[in-house]
């Protein structure tokens, strides 16, 4: 990739959908990621294999993966908790996983029923089998500049975390401020203190934007040098273990953003938008993007109307 490129992750129709309260049929999921697929988005995160109990939203991943038409070159990780997960997954075709942490042992506990250590044990035979079968794992970390339990997260745990799953061969780290409560300055310190542990070609980054700082602090780790960010269509989203979060920067705005700074995304932005509108019309939910409804409204407000006159 050249430094001019960045690669979008997009996480909507999983982090986005596992916090829908309404039953979505499977069908508008495959749809949902196969309209994603178009617009060039080289990754779209598809769902997850999970106990079914905690995340019901999520239940029907094998027949999501099923009916998926996949397009040659796009990659379609899903989320594993554990060795049942990666095995599920692996059954229904997957070939990109990941496996998820956090940096707060309090958050950890809520979202696996699990300590750092423990959930980083169980990791290891996942890592095994997929390393057996050539599948790709992505490694997250929750909570890296706080937790809705916890409050101050360390920054040396951040560290100690992401270099724990990279060296457990993790070959993408994703660095999650579940909550949204990080700030540029913030952010970048804790980007520069987890690059002294891995390399910045392995890190992404993946804000949610409950504090409406997400774009500044992604604008602040492209500065640090950071090239894979994590984002979700029309803003979808949220946390079920981290209440009052809202969902992930959104995409739309990512690409925007990144195409005002003259980098490469590969994305159809208008393309982009056009899904974002439909989803959020499908779900009955306001569209979260702001540079995705300035899109649309573009093709439904004529520019010759008159002036407003006061
Ligand atoms: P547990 O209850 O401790 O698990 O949950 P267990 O091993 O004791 O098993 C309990 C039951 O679940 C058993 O079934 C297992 O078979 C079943 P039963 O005998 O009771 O019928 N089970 C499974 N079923 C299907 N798939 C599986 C699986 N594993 C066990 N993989 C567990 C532990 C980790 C499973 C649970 O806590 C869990 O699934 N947690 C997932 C929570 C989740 O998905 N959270 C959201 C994703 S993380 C996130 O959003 C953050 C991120 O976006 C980054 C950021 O923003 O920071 C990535
Ligand atoms: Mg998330």
Request: net charge negative; glycine share 10%.
């Amino acid at each position: 990739m050249s430094p001019a490129s960045v690669r979008i992750v997009e996480v909507g129709p999983r982090d986005g959908l596992q916090n829908e309260q309404q039953v979505i049929p499977a069908a508008v999921k495959i749809e949902l990621i196969e309209k994603l697929a178009a617009t060039g988005l080289g990754s779209v995160e598809a769902t997850s294999f999970v106990s079914p109990k905690w995340v019901p939203q999520l239940a029907d991943g094998a027949e999501v993966m099923a009916g998926l038409r996949r397009r040659p070159g796009v990659r379609y990780p899903v989320l594993v908790p554990n060795l049942k997960g990666l095995e599920n997954a692996l059954a229904a075709g997957a070939e990109d996983v990941a496996v998820f942490t956090a940096a707060s042992e309090a958050f950890n506990r809520r979202n696996t029923n699990a300590g750092i250590e423990e959930s980083l044990r169980r990791f290891e035979p996942v890592l095994a089998l997929a390393r057996e079968r050539g599948v790709r794992v992505r490694g997250y970390v929750s909570t890296v500049l706080g937790c809705p339990y916890q409050g101050e997260v360390a920054l040396a745990d951040v560290t100690r975390v992401a270099a724990a799953l990279f060296q457990a061969g993790c070959e993408e780290i994703s660095l999650g401020d579940t909550i949204g409560v990080g700030t540029p300055r913030r952010a970048a310190a804790m980007l520069d203190a987890v690059a002294q542990a891995v390399p910045m070609s392995a890190l992404a980054v993946h804000f949610h934007d409950t504090y409406g700082q997400a774009l500044a602090n992604i604008l602040a780790c492209l500065e640090r040098g950071v090239r894979v960010i994590d984002s979700s269509v029309a803003g979808l989203g949220g946390c079920p273990y981290a209440r009052g979060a809202t969902g992930n920067v959104a995409s739309e705005d990512v690409a925007y953003l990144l195409h005002g700074l003259g980098m490469d995304t590969g994305v159809d932005l208008e393309a982009l938008a056009e899904v974002g509108g439909w989803i959020s019309g499908v779900l009955g939910r306001g569209n979260q993007s702001r540079a995705g409804k300035a899109l649309l409204a573009r093709h439904t407000e004529p520019a010759d109307r008159p002036a407003a006159t006061d």
